[in-house]
């Protein structure tokens, strides 16, 4: 997931292979009925595992940030 910003992972699920992942993908999915950002599964060299999560561009994390920033300060 090159060009995407990863959140600190530490207190999410880790799920021993890709498929059961990309069964919580489809569980999720199908629980969620509207999302903004995709979700998807990934690997995780840190914990050696599988995680899901919102799939945001770092341009649009970076530009939320400036927008939060600018509401506080000014």
Known sequence: MEGYMKKNCDDKIRYATLESADQAVVEYNERVVLTIDPVNSYRCSRHD??????????AQ?????????EICYS
């Open 49 to 58: 595992c599988f995680h899901i999560g919102h799939q945001r561009p770092i």
């Open 61 to 69: 994390m970076i530009a939320f940030q400036r927008m939060c920033i």
